[in-house]
């Protein structure tokens, strides 16, 4: 196997080591209840791309779980350059990365009582970031649950409990879709397992409300509020129900790792010509937005 693209490199509070060689204490509160929250970004022409954003949602996440940040945001671009370069002197990599930040409330004696952890910790992973999707995903509604309620676990916290995301993923791959599109407790569309939905009706796109519960996901936002306007497109966010699909003639989920991707199909909705015309506007404005964001924040290069 090619080392470029299964090698993993980590660094836990500074130590650099290969991801599959344990660092993690058994009683890590991360490992045991979730108790963590994380950022994940990517680069684009060799450049973090939205540093600040994703660190302010981070410090949001931290925030609403009572968490300190062990790091300040100029240590962890520090942190992630020397993670950077010790993956591509390892692997010899030169292409785009993925890099993942978790910080856990720390370890402790077991029980849920958060006074009991000793210090927050954190961890850097870097690996090539993924390629391309190289077709239209199909989706699936899931019937068996759905997107938890912010009154409970909130979808704008981004956090180690995943396990909403993952139960619905693997309903949706038994039904045969590539991906969850999740439901809200009043049957209103919200979001895929990790990525944020657009439809598009003629030229306007249509998105969920952050208020009907979902992330705030950083390319939405940056797709959303500029580049959208950008290109000569409206947006509008509003409440979707799933009866409304047949009503629009795109549709595409984006996420920092895949994107702008276009949709094939959601439940008994096809879009066989996906992309469509909308979608592949967006996507050629996209890759030029975020290619002149590399331009603007040489400092950010890893």
Same mark, same amino acid.
């Given at each position: 196997?090619?080392? !470029?693209?299964?090698?993993?490199?980590?660094?836990?509070?500074?130590?650099?080591?290969?991801?599959?060689?344990?660092?993690?204490?058994?009683?890590?509160?991360?490992?045991?209840?979730?108790?963590?929250?994380?950022?994940?970004?990517?680069?684009?022409?060799?450049?973090?791309?939205?540093?600040?954003?994703?660190?302010?949602?981070?410090?949001?996440?931290?925030?609403?779980?009572?968490?300190?940040?062990?790091?300040?945001?100029?240590?962890?671009?520090?942190?992630?350059?020397?993670?950077?370069?010790?993956?591509?002197? !390892?692997?010899?990599?030169?292409?785009?990365?993925?890099?993942?930040?978790?910080?856990?409330?720390?370890?402790?004696?077991?029980?849920?009582?958060?006074?009991?952890?000793?210090?927050?910790?954190?961890?850097?992973?870097?690996?090539?970031?993924?390629?391309?999707?190289?077709?239209?995903?199909?989706?699936?509604?899931?019937?068996?649950?759905?997107?938890?309620?912010?009154?409970?676990?909130?979808?704008?916290? $981004?956090?180690?409990?995943?396990?909403?995301?993952?139960?619905?993923?693997?309903?949706?791959?038994?039904?045969?879709?590539?991906?969850?599109?999740?439901?809200?407790?009043?049957?209103?569309?919200?979001?895929?397992?990790?990525?944020?939905?657009?439809?598009?009706?003629?030229?306007?796109?249509?998105?969920?409300?952050?208020?009907?519960?979902?992330?705030?996901?950083?390319?939405?936002?940056?797709?959303?509020?500029?580049?959208?306007?950008?290109?000569?497109?409206?947006?509008?966010?509003?409440?979707?129900?799933?009866?409304?699909?047949?009503?629009?003639?795109?549709?595409?989920?984006?996420?920092?790792? $895949?994107?702008?991707?276009?949709?094939?199909?959601?439940?008994?909705?096809?879009?066989?010509?996906?992309?469509?015309?909308?979608?592949?506007?967006?996507?050629?404005?996209?890759? $030029?937005?975020?290619?002149?964001?590399?331009? !603007?924040?040489?400092?950010? !290069?890893?």
């Amino acid at each position: 196997m090619d080392k !470029r693209t299964s090698y993993i490199q980590a660094n836990s509070n500074g130590r650099l080591h290969p991801a599959d060689e344990p660092a993690v204490s058994p009683l890590n509160r991360g490992y045991l209840y979730g108790d963590a929250v994380y950022e994940v970004w990517r680069t684009h022409a060799g450049v973090l791309f939205a540093f600040a954003e994703h660190w302010a949602r981070l410090e949001r996440s931290a925030s609403a779980l009572h968490l300190a940040l062990p790091l300040t945001a100029t240590q962890c671009r520090e942190e992630i350059a020397r993670t950077a370069a010790a993956f591509r002197s !390892r692997t010899g990599e030169s292409g785009e990365l993925y890099v993942r930040l978790q910080v856990t409330r720390g370890a402790g004696p077991i029980g849920l009582d958060p006074g009991l952890a000793d210090r927050p910790d954190w961890t850097l992973l870097v690996q090539r970031a993924p390629a391309p999707v190289s077709r239209a995903l199909r989706l699936a509604i899931p019937r068996a649950l759905r997107r938890n309620p912010a009154e409970c676990l909130n979808p704008a916290w $981004k956090t180690g409990n995943y396990l909403n995301n993952l139960l619905g993923v693997g309903e949706a791959r038994r039904c045969g879709a590539d991906d969850a599109l999740f439901l809200n407790q009043a049957g209103d569309l919200t979001e895929v397992s990790a990525a944020s939905l657009v439809l598009v009706e003629g030229t306007r796109l249509i998105t969920p409300r952050l208020e009907d519960g979902l992330l705030a996901g950083i390319t939405r936002s940056l797709l959303l509020t500029q580049v959208a306007p950008a290109a000569g497109l409206a947006v509008e966010e509003r409440s979707i129900r799933p009866a409304e699909l047949g009503c629009f003639s795109e549709a595409m989920a984006l996420s920092t790792t $895949k994107d702008v991707v276009p949709v094939a199909a959601i439940d008994g909705k096809e879009w066989p010509e996906a992309p469509g015309p909308v979608t592949r506007r967006l996507m050629t404005a996209w890759q $030029k937005w975020v290619y002149g964001y590399a331009q !603007r924040n040489p400092g950010l !290069r890893v």
